[in-house]
């Protein structure tokens, strides 16, 4: 059965390195928002277009626009095929939503939602070591604090749903993996 996964932490916490991992282990297809967005963009699709309206204004992209383009993407004989991992969607409760209806209507679900919990200490440390201009101590802290807003509603929501699978990612590389395989290997 394919396994059908949501990659959840704050910026730093190793959703990206842990999905470089899973997917070379593991027959699902790695799907980023960001890729899809840049996909649309750069193909000119309608939502594309869309999309750039509010993005061009400094607007976030609505809901229904950001779950069309997963749902496009979801549809796609890939991921039909293999499941998939997404990273980077659901952003808030009511997409999570949108993808669990999608889902359901698709004879699918969740199967594994990783949580990848790591000290906010920790995830400064990380995010000013990668060297990045806009890395400042207080863009860090404004951005943590924004993605705690919108990460602690969806840990709850799939804590709900018995799908959570919360991974302390402040360790090793090859210990958080240990624990990642630890669950991937024991889902249905």
């Known amino acids: ?25 593991y027959p699902v297809v790695h799907i980023s928002t960001g890729d899809i967005f840049r996909t ?9 277009q869309k999309a750039r309206e ?8 609505p809901d229904e626009i950001t779950n069309a383009m997963v749902a496009d993407r979801l549809s796609q004989s890939d991921v039909e095929e293999a499941g998939f991992m997404l990273d980077g969607y659901p952003r808030n409760e009511a997409q999570a939503e949108f993808l669990d209806s999608y889902l359901s209507d698709n004879n699918q679900a969740v199967s594994a939602t990783l949580y990848f919990e790591v000290s906010d200490s920790l995830l400064r440390q990380r995010l000013l070591g990668r060297g990045r201009a806009d890395d400042t101590p207080e863009v860090i802290d404004n951005r943590l604090a924004v993605n705690k807003a ?12 018995g799908v959570l699978h919360t991974i302390d990612g402040g360790r090793q590389l090859a210990d958080v993996y240990r624990d990642v395989k630890e669950v991937l290997d024991n889902l249905d």
Do not use: C, H, S, W
């Open 54 to 61: 509010f993005m061009d204004a400094g607007d976030l992209v």
């Open 150 to 161: 919108a990460n602690l509603p969806l840990v709850d929501y799939y804590q709900r749903a």
């Open 40 to 48: 649309n963009l750069a193909n000119n699709t309608e939502l594309g």
């Open 1 to 25: 059965m394919a396994k059908n996964l949501i990659l959840l932490g704050l910026p730093g916490a190793g959703k990206g390195t842990q999905a470089d991992f899973i997917v070379k282990d």
